[in-house]
């Protein structure tokens, strides 16, 4: 897993919570991918138990329940501890 699907995944998270995901092809656009790779992204959150619906009245997906998708990389350069 690259350092930039990792920020997707905090991007993809973020937008969520707030409700401010737009449409799929929006949100598609907005990250620079297809819609195609989103639904990827989506899934894959999915399958690792975040539960995001979509709401078709805000055009926006949620998490049905209250919470966040937390994907992390925890690595030290030099003694510092660096967080992704």
Do not use: W
């Not at 690792?48 to 919470?67: D, L």
């Not at 690595?75 to 501890?81: A, L, N, P, S, V």
């Amino acid at each position: 897993m690259t350092i930039d699907i990792l920020y997707r995944l905090k991007h993809i998270d973020n937008l969520i919570r707030i409700k401010g995901t737009g449409t799929p092809d929006q949100l598609a656009h907005r990250l620079g991918m297809s819609r195609r790779s989103l639904f990827d992204y989506l899934n894959l959150m999915k399958e690792y138990g975040a539960p995001i619906k979509y709401c078709s009245q805000r055009q926006s997906y949620y998490y049905e329940t209250e919470g966040r998708f937390m994907a992390m990389c925890v690595f030290k350069e030099e003694g510092e501890e660096i967080n992704i």
